[in-house]
């Protein structure tokens, strides 16, 4: 299921071009275009969800499967040894810009805290 208005569901049919990390079946990681740290991934389901507060029940296991991937990626790309960040922004309020679930993977630099 995806939006045609959607950005990411563009992407994920490869209407718009990305530098792709991973892809599967269900998930696809690909590079920030417009990073906030050396290292900026977004990693997105290729169902259509538009926020982390759309979710249902039944994409428990998907959400699941998304956030161990994450992990494995910043595992892959080295990440892990310094640490890394996840974000996820929900609603125009939290910051969410494009309204697909996404999870933000930020890494090679100090995080500071309150992130902003």
């Known amino acids: 299921m995806s939006d045609p208005n959607c950005l990411f569901c ?3 049919k490869k209407e718009i071009p990305a530098k792709i990390e991973f892809e599967d079946e269900n998930l696809l990681a690909f590079y920030d275009i417009t990073p906030q740290a050396p290292t900026h991934l977004l990693v997105i389901p290729k169902k259509h969800i538009a926020s982390l507060d759309k979710a ?3 994409d428990k296991a998907l959400i699941g499967e998304l956030l161990l991937r ?4 910043a595992k892959s790309l080295g990440l892990d040894k310094e640490g890394f960040r996840v974000v996820n922004n929900a609603g125009a309020l939290g910051g969410q810009t494009v309204f697909h679930l996404h ?3 930020l890494g090679g630099r100090q995080m500071k805290w309150p992130p902003g």
């Not at 994450?70 to 990626?73: A, H």
């Open 10 to 12: 563009k992407i994920i």
């Open 56 to 58: 249902e029940s039944s």
């Open 70 to 73: 994450v992990s494995e990626i």
């Open 103 to 105: 999870f933000h993977l």
